[in-house]
T-cell receptor, first 114, second 111 residues
């Protein structure tokens, strides 16, 4: 399809395990966002890319969280040494322009840390 | 104070009812605003944009009050399919539109 694609859809990790979440944005979209959504809450901003440049990582909760978008398309969010509080849905969104308005979201990756 | 605040609800209304949600924001520099809809276990999707005083799209009306820094969403003639969480979104200006989401207001429309 032509939408934002995320994989895996579901991930169960043992505490302390490293995980990698993938996002395929809509082709040609300049802006890419990662959000974290806890149960019953709105999405919380994690980080923003403009093409391959990570311009804002102010929302990353700790240095265990790392994101990259090396070629300006696919992005990976990596979480090292997962903790139970990392359990959430991780949403990726892309928009066409640098100052683009509408952001299109992927279906998210539901991470459960046990 | 949170940057974007919403009443979490839930709002339980019968079909055909009119329901209104409010959202307050703290960043007075924000110029544009959005309402996103999120169905259970699905991703958020854009419902409406609000650029000036308001916007109307069929049964949905969004209004902006800059002086009081709030945005409202009015749904007329509610349908069962309107049941969802409605997220108020305020872009934080700073070179790009970092979307700041409220926690959402849950709406349940019953027969």
């Amino acid at each position: 399809g032509a939408g934002v694609s995320q994989s895996p859809r579901y991930k169960v990790a043992k505490r302390g395990q490293d995980v990698a979440l993938r996002c395929d944005p809509i082709s040609g979209h300049v802006s890419l966002f990662w959000y974290q959504q806890a149960l019953g809450q709105g999405p919380e901003f994690l980080t923003y890319f403009q093409n391959e440049a990570q311009l804002d990582k102010s929302g990353l909760p700790s240095d265990r969280f790392f994101a990259e978008r090396p070629e300006g398309s696919v992005s990976t969010l990596k979480i090292q040494r997962t903790q139970q509080e990392d359990s959430a849905v991780y949403l990726c969104a892309s928009s066409l322009e640098r100052g683009g308005t509408e952001a299109f979201f992927g279906q998210g990756t539901r991470l459960t840390v046990v | 104070r949170k940057e974007v605040e919403q009443d979490p609800g839930p709002f339980n209304v019968p079909e055909g009812a009119t329901v209104a949600f409010n959202c307050t924001y703290s960043n007075s520099a924000s110029q544009s605003f959005f309402w996103y809809r999120q169905d259970c276990r699905k991703e958020p999707k854009l419902l409406m944009s609000v650029y000036s005083s308001g916007n109307e799209d069929g049964r949905f009306t969004a209004q902006l009050n800059r002086a009081s820094q709030y945005i409202s969403l009015l749904i007329r003639d509610s349908k069962l399919s309107d049941s969802a969480t409605y997220l108020c979104v305020v872009p934080q200006r700073g070179g790009y539109n970092k979307l700041i989401f409220g926690a959402g207001t849950r709406l349940a429309v019953h027969p």
